[in-house]
């Protein structure tokens, strides 16, 4: 008799510390560990052997939920495919690609070249990424970011009156892409085309000093981190 979100509810544990098995139907069982613990579980059999594939917790994966996983599991083996093996490999798979996203590799960066600089120089680094970049690229693996799309989110700087900001950022962009590029997780960097598309900011001639603003000149150069 298939379960109930009632009979899952009213479900106890099994005296003398044993799993309690209910059945769902189509191999689909629910566990009641000692503890109370619902987990819901799937038995099949593949390569002649024996296996169980873990779908949940209850009441986080809900019975409706662990009966849709068990009948993808089931496509996966009508189709040859292991779901066990499968999962792990989807698994290894997305940490593999968590760990090339451009925010990573840029945050990998930060962390090498950051012991040279003042602390107070890298925090505005990161922050600048933080603000202007990451919400636009850092989820992007970084093999598939192309000039344009990084040229676009250079631009939003620019519109904003950032035109310096603009060009040190496509410097940082590069600086992590070459870094993936020596690690062989891309194999070219978008942002060195870009050098000539950003704007150039117009220099704007200083007063030259008087005698007497020369001390102060050089106490706060002394100061400049």
């Known amino acids: 008799m298939p379960l109930t979100d009632a009979s899952i509810k ?32 799937m038995t099949y059999r593949f390569a002649g052997k024996q296996k169980t594939l873990a779908l949940g917790v209850y009441p986080d994966t809900s019975l409706k939920q ?11 083996l009508s189709d040859g495919i292991d779901p066990s093996v499968k999962r792990r490999s989807d698994k290894l798979t997305a940490k593999v690609a968590a760990a090339n996203t451009f925010e990573a590799i840029a ?19 990161m922050s600048a990424m933080e603000y202007h970049i990451f919400p636009f690229i850092g989820h992007l693996p970084v093999a598939d970011i192309k000039p344009l799309a990084l040229l676009e989110v250079l631009r939003k700087v620019e519109r ?8 040190r950022l496509r410097q940082r962009c590069s600086a992590v892409f070459r870094l993936a590029i020596l690690t062989g997780r891309c194999t070219n960097d978008p942002a060195a085309p870009l050098t000539d598309a950003l704007k150039t900011q117009q220099a704007e001639p200083r007063k030259a000093l ?8 050089l106490q706060a150069l002394e100061k400049y981190d």
């Open 10 to 41: 009213n479900a106890k544990p099994n005296e003398g510390g044993k799993i309690n098995q209910l059945s769902d139907g189509n191999n689909l069982y629910l566990w009641v560990m000692p503890n109370g613990a619902k987990y819901s579980r």
């Open 66 to 76: 662990a009966r849709v996983k068990r009948d993808e599991a089931k496509k996966l």
């Open 107 to 125: 945050k990998e960066w930060h962390v090498r070249e950051s012991h040279e600089w003042s602390a107070v120089h890298s925090q505005r680094v």
């Open 160 to 167: 904003a009156g950032k035109i310096d900001t603009a060009k």
């Open 210 to 217: 008087k005698r007497e603003e020369i001390p102060g000149f």
